[in-house]
């Protein structure tokens, strides 16, 4: 597979995960645009030769859409619409309520630009910019963008043999997953089976041996295994708890940053949740915060029995799947807060007060 089919087959997803109109992939060409104040006497063989990355091309790399009508041989240079906006400040762009009369996006032919209502891009790593729209207005979030950079970084691990051989074989693995975790959360509604299938799925997408996810307790002060991608501490109706200084995932908690262990260096690995936890010795773990209004709520954890690399495709696929395990328990969270707050709510019927004529024709019949 040419590195082209592999750049589609990942936007055609990204189309899916999204519900977008259109993604595209623009990525620099190395042609530079040509000035018009520089003479051409005075363009020295060195110039010429070093290449400002604000001074080239970016042509249209790879496209998916529902119509069809992207421009395939689009080029746009750094600062021209809202692509190239991103190209030159090398930053996020998120627009959910666009005007064509104001700026343009410049991959389209014909008419075909009037149609769309929001865009939203990124900057690729190494250059480039990865974009999406949409024909509704309002489509994209904060989330949604964040989410969308963690592609853009897979993205730039694409190029050249990534594409080739096992590189290409756990790309496909982890797209896929991504697809499958963001049709979850339409498709089951109830916490307790979402995050049965997340972890089921997180095991056997990454290929590490057990996948579990800890949430934090009302007062923070510890933290209970919630789920488990096959049993090994959970017992019928039983959640272990844990202070919140015990282990890798207790530090998780306490310091919001993940931890990746390899274990390739041979060293002696602390324990998830600290001593006294009949655990598997894992020799390879990743631990990732779970964020929610800038607090870590939940710890995913994966272990392996082997010391194993964590490249950063991993490292970038497990990042996309916790944001999305958010998304789940913030709709969750708002759905809960609704159910509480209807049952109080009150029906209130205004009368409009009286105009002042009115009020003066009532007193006088009276």
Not at 78 to 94: F, K, Q, T
Request: aromatic share 8%; net charge negative.
């Amino acid at each position: 597979m040419n590195s082209q089919r592999c750049h589609e087959r990942i936007l055609a997803i990204i189309c899916s995960v999204f519900d977008a109109y259109s993604a595209v992939l623009f990525l620099p060409d190395g042609t530079a645009i040509e000035s018009t104040d520089l003479s051409a006497g005075a363009a020295t063989a060195a110039a010429t030769a070093a290449l400002d990355r604000d001074s080239q091309l970016h042509r249209l790399a790879a496209s998916f859409s529902l119509g069809d009508m992207v421009d395939t041989g689009t080029a746009i240079a750094p600062g021209r619409g809202l692509v190239g906006w991103i190209i030159r400040n090398r930053e996020p762009l998120l627009v959910n309520n666009f005007d064509q009369r104001q700026s343009h996006l410049g991959y389209y032919r014909s008419n075909e630009e009037a149609t769309i209502k929001a865009f939203m891009g990124c900057p690729v790593p190494g250059g480039g910019a990865l974009c999406i729209d949409s024909k509704r207005q309002y489509s994209f979030s904060d989330k949604d963008q964040k989410i969308l950079q963690l592609f853009a970084d897979l993205i730039s691990g694409v190029e050249g043999v990534v594409c080739q051989g096992a590189g290409q074989a756990s790309l496909t693995r982890y797209y896929a997953a991504l697809q499958v975790i963001s049709e979850l959360r339409g498709r089951i509604s109830r916490w307790p089976q979402f995050l049965a299938e997340f972890l089921r799925l997180m095991a056997e997408a990454t290929g590490f041996d057990h996948a579990l996810f800890a949430a934090r307790d009302g007062d923070g002060q510890n933290y209970i295994l919630e789920g488990e991608s096959h049993q090994l501490l959970l017992g019928k109706g039983d959640a272990p708890m844990y202070p919140i200084g015990n282990g890798i995932v207790g530090w998780v908690f306490r310091n919001d940053a993940p931890v990746y262990t390899e274990g390739t260096d041979g060293a002696p690995m602390a324990p998830l949740f600290g001593k006294g936890a009949h655990m598997p010795a894992f020799r390879s773990v990743m631990c990732l915060p779970l964020m929610i209004n800038k607090v870590t709520r939940g710890v995913l954890c994966l272990g392996h029995g082997e010391p194993r690399v964590i490249p950063d495709d991993l490292r970038a696929f497990t990042r996309m799947s916790v944001d999305h395990l958010a998304l789940f328990l913030e709709n969750l969270y708002l759905k809960s807060r609704l159910r509480e707050l209807l049952p109080k709510a009150r029906l209130e019927r205004r009368v409009p007060a009286p105009a002042p004529h009115e009020r003066s024709d009532r007193d006088t019949d009276d």
